[in-house]
């Protein structure tokens, strides 16, 4: 039975995380599948209520759950608080060891015709994973900071590589045949480069010799991810920093925060290392936008981010690919609704006039036709 470990968090938080977790009756009773849920406090909402923007008792059920449901911390109340309400769930993160950091980018449905800063014809059929190591790099490590000399090393041992690319492939082979993966590192300037490209190559030559693995410049990727996104459908697989840059650009790239999931495992789907107690990865799942207080308490977010999370953690941590293609195609179809002849329902990011509810509840109606 998978449970979940459910942190509203603030602001449109809260909204949009309400509304995604009704999905999840529909699906117990298609399958049978219960799920047990646990709500709890996080961000500024645990500042009010803990003085801590997460508490031992929470980081605790994080590492017990079989999935974490997040939704957004912090907002302008809390301003200089400390610690600010988003430490929160970087202490969560660092917990639960979740050092793959996963972020579709895909051009699937009608609603996004104009809104990316890209010309459509460019951007029309774009579908990669974007997958970030989450817990090394640049960002860690012993930092040296004095009046004129700064120092952030960039390591990485060949444990949290191997790790991760063994995401990177085992993600691969979940389609058939398996989808390119394509790893961006800078191994002309990099000796940590270096080491990513030997190490990747690898493991994909042990372990996943079906796939086909390209390496390419970071740089240059992030240049042609605009010229030419479609070229790297498949699978980007890249270190913290790199990654940190590419997946904010891919976010851009359909111009559509509200739409946008994301996925943070602590091992490969279906695999060994950091496996959850139902077979699947141990992970988090959130939208990639924050928590919106310029439109919280008016029933206006668009919940579909929160909802494809959903999707991706019935998938990454359930095994539960049929359903979360359900919530998937669900969810296009809603978007879609206009090109079909039907009423808009698109919340206001996507040029429409639909709430929060009108629109999740269109999701639901989808669901249970399926
Ligand atoms: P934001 O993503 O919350 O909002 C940026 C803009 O996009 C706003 O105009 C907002 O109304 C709009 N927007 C975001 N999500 C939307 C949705 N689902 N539907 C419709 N419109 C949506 O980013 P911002 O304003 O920089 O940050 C607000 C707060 O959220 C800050 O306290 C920030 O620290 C926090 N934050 C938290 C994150 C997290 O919990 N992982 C991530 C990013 C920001
Ligand atoms: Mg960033």
């Known amino acids: 039975m998978p449970h979940i470990l459910v942190l509203p968090g603030d602001h449109i938080g809260p909204e949009v995380v309400h509304e995604a977790l009704k999905l999840l009756p529909l699906i117990t009773a298609s399958t049978g599948v219960e799920f047990t849920l646990d709500h709890d406090l996080c961000g500024g909402a645990s500042l009010d209520a803990h003085n801590d923007s997460v508490t031992e008792a929470v980081l605790k059920k994080c590492t017990e759950a079989d999935a974490v449901f997040f939704g957004s911390a912090g907002g302008p109340e809390w301003g200089t608080r400390q610690p600010n309400p988003e430490s929160g769930l970087l202490r969560i993160r660092a917990m639960m060891e979740i050092f ?10 009608e609603a996004l015709v104009g809104r990316s800063p890209i010309k459509e014809e460019i951007v029309r059929g774009v579908d990669f994973m974007l997958i970030r190591e989450n817990c090394g790099g640049a960002y860690f490590g012993k930092k040296i900071e004095q009046e004129d000399y700064g120092c952030d090393p960039w390591e990485y041992s ?36 270096r080491v990513w490209r030997r190490i990747v190559t690898e493991v994909f030559e042990r372990e996943f010799p079906e796939v086909k693995l390209q390496h390419q410049l970071a740089d240059s990727l992030a240049m042609m991810m605009i010229t030419q996104p479609t070229r790297w459908n498949g699978i980007i697989l890249t270190d913290n920093t790199f990654g940190d840059i590419l997946s904010d650009e891919a976010g851009g790239l359909t111009g559509s925060l509200g739409l946008l999931p994301s996925a943070s495992l602590a091992g490969p789907p279906g695999g060994k290392l950091g496996q959850n107690s139902v077979g699947g990865a141990r992970g988090l799942y959130e939208p990639v936008h924050g928590s919106a207080p310029d439109i919280s308490g008016k029933g206006l977010a668009n919940p579909v981010a929160q909802v494809l999370s959903l999707a991706m953690m019935l ?56």
């Open 158 to 193: 060949r444990k949290e590589i191997e790790r991760v690319a063994r995401v990177a492939g085992a993600l691969a082979m979940q389609t058939s045949p398996p989808t390119q993966v394509t790893s961006a590192d800078k191994a002309n300037v990099l000796a940590s480069s």
């Open 100 to 109: 793959a950091n996963l972020r579709p980018c895909y051009f699937a449905s």
């Open 315 to 370: 998938r990454y941590s359930f095994n539960m690919h049929k359903e979360a293609e359900i919530v998937e195609k669900a969810v296009a179809k809603v978007l879609d609704t206009k090109e079909a002849g039907g009423l808009e329902i698109r919340t206001g990011d996507l040029g429409g006039k639909a709430g929060t509810k009108e629109m999740s509840e269109a999701i639901q109606s989808e669901v249970k036709r399926m």
